[in-house]
């Protein structure tokens, strides 16, 4: 009998029965009454619940098209933008915005480290920035950028946007828009939020969109706030077709974050972070990121001598629990694992377990149950909250 996997990749990540009873409702116009007021309910929402004084845009699209909205509304052809990057996706910004036409300075952080905050304010002083970029949590490093401490340095600049990637981060990281000196944030409904994929969130402070009427026309069209501002005031206007049933589960996922409350959420996750990565370097993994720069929401783990990677996730996913490889010069040296969303109690004891057995088939010599026993120690029964 095959064992049920467990969907610990860096996201998607697993949906609990009732957003999956959600996206599995009945179809509805998007011109319902009903669904034209759950919509601006979840709007209202993620604007609370993000503290963000101007817009939030939930557009159906992916991370990415959330990456590529929030510099087409804020800069031009010729405009200089920074990126902060400390890895894989953050890069993906330079492709992106040299495509646009923007002049491109890059600060690239060594792969489990993270570029500081004065770093980032000596290289503003040296040009005018259109806009500067971080990504909160980069999911091929699993490294956190400090972003209200550079959101305190960026105050400091008022013709800069700041835009935060918080794709990995969002719901799982503390972040609060107006509270951290943010103009941009944006993510995905398939990661912290819990919800399949197929949702880009994006808030927009006050100076971001006070940047993009200053544009006036810009080259993008299905991704202009200007487009999209009269929907997200009034859900029963048009311009594009709403992901119905994927909207509905994100209001069920937001209805769990706030019963939840938020910071107990963020709590949640620094908690299960802290103990999957102290159960990992029991059994003999080694965490990518330093212990300064770990994210909460998912972890880069190194093998030990002698553990190949494409066998260990293979047993894994028959042992089940299904993770994910490592990226560019990491590939093949270590697996990405997620611990964000509405994962619970016995969802992380079972992948710890997994991991273990996975271990003894592979005829890994180490303390066996190390790994569960750490995690109770720093994970105690009694401790659980969700």
Known sequence: MKNQKLVMIPGPTPTVRSITNEMGRET???????????????????????????????????????????????TKRDDNILIVSNGFFGDRFIDLCQRKGLNVDVLQAPWGEVISAETIENKLKEKNYAAITVTHVDTATGARAPIEEIGKVIKNFPDTVYIVDGVAATAGEREYVDDMGIDILFTGSQKAFGVAPGLAILWAG?????????????????????????????????????????????????????????????????????????????????????????????????????????????????????????????????????????????????????????????????????????????????????
């Open 28 to 74: 509805v116009a998007f011109g319902d009454p009903e669904f034209i007021k759950d919509f601006k309910e979840l709007v209202i929402d993620l604007k609370n619940l993000l503290k963000v004084d101007g817009e939030c845009f939930v557009v159906a699209g992916t991370g990415t098209m959330a990456m590529e909205m929030a510099v087409a509304n804020v």
């Open 206 to 386: 006050q100076k971001a969109l006070n940047r993009r009427k200053s544009l006036g026309i810009i080259p993008e069209f299905y991704i202009d706030f200007e487009k999209w501002i009269p929907i997200m005031n009034d859900p029963s206007k048009y311009f594009a077709t709403p992901a119905v049933n994927l909207i509905w589960a994100l209001k069920e996922s937001v209805r769990i974050i706030k019963e939840e409350g938020i910071e107990n959420r963020y709590d949640r996750h620094k908690r299960v972070s802290d103990a999957i990565n102290a159960s990992l370097e029991a059994i003999g993994f080694e965490i990518l990121a330093k212990e300064e720069f770990r994210c909460n929401t998912l972890s880069n783990v190194l093998y030990p001598e002698g553990i190949n990677d494409a066998e260990f996730r293979k047993i894994l996913a028959e042992e089940g629990a299904m993770v994910a490889g490592g990226l560019a010069a990491y590939a093949g040296k270590m697996f990405r694992i997620g611990h964000m969303g509405n994962i619970d109690d016995h969802t992380v004891y079972s992948t710890i377990a997994a991991i273990e057995r996975t271990m003894i088939k592979l005829g890994y010599e180490y303390e066996k149950g190390i790994g569960l026993k750490t995690l109770l120690e720093k994970m105690p029964v009694d401790a659980l909250a969700f």
